[in-house]
């Protein structure tokens, strides 16, 4: 079936402007930027998820703290504002962390990590934010025998690290779910939900201020070193200065190999009409994803669009990143060539909007937080595609190191977690890193082709090709 509109001309496509997200709820009045130089008990460097859920988690807890943040644009310029509206449970690095510290560790991170999904709706409707969520799970979809294979072992997996909750379901099961093409087999979790990015970061930043935390935009931080974070109109000066950049975190002086930006694009068709929503089906509103190599994801949003993501140009030379999110065209064919691919009777559905964003990634691809009690500098990141919960795991893991070191309190179940003060070596000089990237992608994306064309029941030896190159495992 299709739309019945393929004859007609296609809209032309919005490209950039940081997100369709923020073009849809609009971009806040700025903030004041640092007036000069000033003290604060905690500085907080990045004015995303990370930084702004720390500071809300810090002020709850500890009320008379004089915290600080600091944002180099307005809240929710990077990630926090970019992503695919995907709060789902996945953690970057738990199969290393389990490796590292024992299958138990690893399984109280993943439940961690289950929690803080139903976390970010507690906080969502404590706040009384408009975010558009939508608890439906997450569903993982194949369409190629190889791919079954993955979802099989994936949801073996996952069972093994504590999801009893998850469930298998065939081809006919999957079908009476959601209207993906040739779809084989899916995996479904409860601990997955659908959100607005920009409305949760603006609501966020709204209910930090209103608990008292100071918020400077237009204000980019420039070096932090222990009890100072240096920005062109001054330096805050406090005992704990905490470093929530995550893929702008190359743009700090001295940590330009610590962490990578990846680059990730989306693009979000028009509203569709409720004859295509009758072909499609995905009434349970989940969270979507297939088991290519290259994951692409998906989310129906609240106003009946699809919004799909995956990666573009991965890597930029010199970790550079992007001013305002613009997407090659190519990238933008492709990711409309995926959408149609998954579901063909979106053939004529205009594509409203593209753009692209930045997460960060360790040399190890694992997320980590820390707090370095010599310094007091913290940090968090590397979360690679599972950035809006982690964020959150991390920010109250931030809140009770802080409050572990000051005294206030002794050490909880989030400070015993693997992720911990991890630390790792630091990505190699150009242009071997672009080289490691992009060689690595390559390798998946060759491995998806052929998996395809010749319905090859196991996966590619690419695949172990690119996470041998990437250093995946």
């Not at 008990?41 to 943040?69: E, N, Q, R, S």
């Not at 990015?197 to 966020?204: A, C, E, Q, R």
Request: charged share 25%.
């Amino acid at each position: 079936m299709s739309s019945g509109r393929s004859a007609e001309p296609r809209r032309e496509t919005t490209d950039g402007g940081i997100s369709f997200w923020f073009a849809q709820a609009g971009i806040p009045a700025p903030r004041e930027p640092l007036p000069g130089d000033t003290h604060a008990d905690v500085c907080i460097v990045g004015g995303g998820y990370t930084g702004l859920w720390t500071a809300y988690y810090l002020k709850k807890a500890v009320p008379f703290l004089h915290i600080t943040v600091l944002e180099a644009a307005f809240c929710g310029y990077g990630a926090s504002g970019r992503h695919g509206g995907r709060l789902s449970n996945g953690v970057a690095g738990r199969d290393r962390y389990a490796r590292l510290h024992g299958h138990d560790a690893a399984v109280r991170l993943q439940r961690a990590m289950n929690d803080t999904v139903g976390e970010v709706v507690r906080d969502v409707t404590e706040e009384k934010i408009d975010a558009d969520v939508h608890r439906g799970g997450a569903l993982d979809v194949a369409y190629t025998p190889a791919q079954l294979a993955r979802l099989k072992d994936h949801h073996s997996v996952e069972i093994a690290f504590g999801e009893r909750d998850r469930v298998l379901r065939g081809a006919r099961e999957t079908a009476g779910r959601i209207g993906v093409r040739g779809a084989v087999g899916s995996t479904w979790t409860p601990h997955g939900a659908r959100l607005h990015p920009v409305k949760l970061v603006t609501g966020l930043a709204a209910a930090v201020e209103a608990l008292g935390v100071t918020v400077h935009e237009s204000t980019p931080v420039t070096e932090i070193r222990p009890k100072h974070a240096v920005t062109p109109y001054g330096t805050v000066r406090a005992p704990y200065v905490l470093r929530c950049t995550e893929g702008y975190t190359a743009g700090v002086k001295g940590h330009r190999r610590t962490w990578i930006p990846l680059h990730s694009s989306m693009i979000v068709t028009e509203p569709l009409p409720a004859a295509l929503w009758e072909t499609l089906g995905w009434e349970g509103r989940e969270i979507l994803g297939d088991l290519a190599h290259t994951g692409p994801h998906a989310t129906r949003t609240a106003d009946d669009r699809i919004a799909l993501g995956g990666r573009g140009v991965p890597y930029r030379y010199g970790s550079r990143t992007d001013d305002d999110g613009r997407t090659r065209p190519a990238t933008v064919e492709a990711l409309r060539g995926h959408l149609v691919r998954l579901f063909p009777a979106t053939a004529g559905a205009a594509v409203d909007h593209a753009w692209s964003g930045v997460t960060g990634a360790a040399r190890d691809w694992c997320a980590s937080v820390g707090l370095d009690r010599s310094t007091g500098l913290g940090w968090a990141g590397g979360y690679v595609d599972s950035g809006v919960t982690t964020a959150n795991l991390a920010a109250r893991t931030l809140r009770d190191l802080i409050q572990q070191d000051s005294g206030q309190a002794g050490p909880t179940g989030l400070t015993a977690l693997p992720w911990v003060n991890h630390r790792v070596r630091r990505w190699e000089p150009e242009p071997l890193r672009w080289l490691t990237v992009h060689g690595a992608d390559a390798a998946r994306r060759a491995a998806d082709r052929r998996e395809t064309a010749t319905s090859r029941a196991d996966s590619d030896p690419l695949a172990r090709v690119a996470d041998r190159i990437a250093g995946v495992r």
